[in-house]
């Protein structure tokens, strides 16, 4: 039994997240939004590993535009539980570099913003929910793992 | 002149390989699809593609190279490591979903076992890693 589809976006308030979001509630995908430009509560959930989170998510999204993927990858990828966690950057555009510097991070993929979010994510939940099986990311197995003491030393994002 | 794009499929069991090639006749337009019977031989035909395949779908359970290995050489491998790679497999064991994740899987697919399942997945997974995601080949043709 493989975990259900569960969304963790990092983006700004925008009437695109908006629209995002009413497309995962449209498809019964549980999800929950951390404001990209709340740099403290960033902090706590990814520096904590997530540990202390009441939601941990089985897929991230991370809007480009918004927010550094970079430096919150590099808190994931390290980690011995985290780095399952499958990580889907969107932002504007299709430039090329941006997409190769996507898959450089070791996200799982870059996905352009859609002119119309609802059509998009039809076969977007259509292929996550019904034929992906995602990771067993569990609060406790983060916190026993060895290199939680780490992860929480690291540098601050 | 413009190269088509590459899918890449891996997989040592024919039956399941000719289901694959089956389904994706269903919902693929211009991709050329590139098979694979084993490890080796996928890494030896990926030598000669001109571009990188959009995605691969690998399958785990394989003699003499597994998915697992195949996966950790590809991503070994700067040629190939930004390619995104599909694991294809029957099984259902959370440990062989979660190491495929640490090792670099780009996603984890069930393998389903009937065609008109077969044709389901594909699509759903065309639909997405072709017409929603974009991949670092896909800079080629877009």
Redesign the interface.
């Given at each position: 039994?493989?975990g259900p589809l569960s969304v963790l976006i990092v983006s700004t308030e925008t009437p695109e997240l908006h629209e995002l979001e009413q497309s995962l509630r449209n498809y019964g995908v549980p999800h929950r939004h951390l404001p990209a430009e709340g740099k403290a509560a960033l902090d706590f959930y990814f520096q904590q590993g997530l540990a202390d989170a009441m939601f941990v998510p089985t897929l991230i999204m991370l809007d480009i535009d918004a927010c550094e993927p970079e430096k919150i990858l590099a808190l994931l990828k390290p980690h011995?539980v985290l780095?399952?966690?499958?990580v889907?950057i969107f932002g504007h555009g299709?430039d090329?570099d941006r997409?190769?510097l996507v898959?450089?991070l070791?996200a799982?993929?870059?996905?352009?913003k859609?002119p119309n979010w609802e059509a998009?994510m039809a076969?977007?939940c259509?292929?996550?929910k019904?034929?992906?099986?995602?990771?067993?990311i569990k609060a406790e197995d983060i916190s026993s793992s060895n290199s939680y003491s780490n992860l929480s030393n690291r540098t601050p994002y | 002149m413009r190269n088509r794009p590459v899918i890449a499929v891996v997989d040592d069991d024919e039956d399941d390989l000719f289901l694959i090639q089956e389904a994706f006749k269903v919902c693929l337009k211009e991709e050329k699809v590139v098979i694979a019977s084993s490890g080796m031989d996928l890494l030896s035909r990926l030598e000669t593609l001109p571009i990188l395949p959009s995605f691969l779908l690998l399958d785990l359970n394989m003699p003499l190279m597994s998915g697992f290995e195949v996966l950790a050489t590809l991503r070994a491998d700067p040629r190939y490591?930004?390619m995104?790679v599909l694991i294809f497999s029957t099984s259902?064991e959370?440990p062989d979903?979660?190491r495929a994740?640490?090792l670099?899987a780009?996603?984890?697919?069930?393998k389903p076992s009937s065609f008109n399942d077969y044709k389901?997945?594909v699509e759903?997974?065309c639909?997405?890693?072709l017409?929603?995601?974009?991949?670092?080949s896909?800079?080629i043709y877009?």
């Open positions: 039994m493989t011995p780095r399952r966690i499958p889907i299709n090329p997409v190769k898959y450089s070791g799982t993929c870059y996905m352009p859609p998009a076969p977007f259509s292929y996550w019904k034929h992906v099986a995602l990771p067993a | 490591n930004l995104p259902n959370q979903i979660d994740y640490e670099g780009n996603s984890y697919v069930k389901s997945v759903d997974l639909n997405f890693w017409r929603i995601a974009s991949t670092p896909s800079r877009q």
